[in-house]
């Protein structure tokens, strides 16, 4: 049983430019949830998708988009990239049935903005 | 919306010795209080879990206490080894409807040999 996969696992780009993350989520979960991650913090939510559609989001600018597929994978797009863009960038999965409160972490995908 | 304190930032013990790791939150509402640890450069991994209508939990060496009164939990960690060094993340999910968890900035563990 797979868990939570990202792509790619590092990354750099130059301020300015646009960038697209991907998760897959584990087996059987159908929510995505994407957080930002600074050195030295802890997760901060970005938005979550479910059914298609973002379900919520937290306290970040439009340039941050994102978008889930039909087989519940999402991705993540950050436009404008600016140098406080730099994170490590993980996605979460959870259920919407039962003890949907649990998240299972991807390792992750570090942006560096340069 | 909530807000999660933890403390200490850095906790630095001898393997052997316990260790506690507080948060509070804002949140009356809050009903969810899950605890993760993530190793250096890896993914963070749920270690443990609380609901509010309970007030203790044990799972071998860690324990999860609450205190809905005061707003606090805590993590123990009993008879600490060197693999349980890493950054702990305190997490309240407020009520409401809400399935997004606030986390804490989280606490470096260092278990010295």
């Known amino acids: 049983d797979a868990g939570v996969t990202q792509s790619p696992t590092h990354l750099i780009k130059t301020r300015g430019q646009q960038v697209t993350l991907r998760c897959s989520p584990k087996s059987g979960h159908d929510t995505v949830s994407w957080y930002q991650q600074a050195l030295g913090q802890g997760p901060q939510f970005i938005f979550q998708y479910y059914e298609e559609e973002e379900r919520q989001r937290g306290n970040f600018p439009d340039r941050f988009s994102g978008h889930q597929f039909p087989n519940y994978s999402s991705e993540l797009n950050v436009n404008a990239l600016l140098l406080g863009d730099s994170a490590l960038y993980l996605c979460?999965?959870?259920?919407?049935?039962?003890?949907?409160?649990?998240?299972?972490f991807g390792s992750g995908t570090q942006l560096s903005v340069l | 919306g909530e807000n999660v304190e933890q403390h200490p930032s850095t906790l630095s013990v001898q393997e052997g010795d316990s260790a506690v790791i507080k948060c509070t939150y804002s949140d009356s509402a809050s009903n969810y209080f899950p605890w993760y640890k993530q190793e250096l450069g890896k993914r963070p991994q749920l270690i443990i879990d609380?609901?509010?209508?309970?007030g203790e939990k044990k799972d071998q060496r860690i324990a999860v206490t609450l205190n809905k009164t005061a707003k606090h939990f805590s993590l123990h960690i009993t008879e600490t080894q060197p693999e349980d060094s890493a950054v702990y993340f305190c997490a309240a999910l407020p009520g409401g409807g809400s399935y997004i968890p606030t986390f804490g900035r989280g606490t470096s563990l260092i278990v010295h040999p």
């Open positions: 979460a999965s959870s259920t919407n049935r039962g003890s949907n409160e649990k998240l299972f």
């Open positions: 609380i609901r509010s209508n309970v």
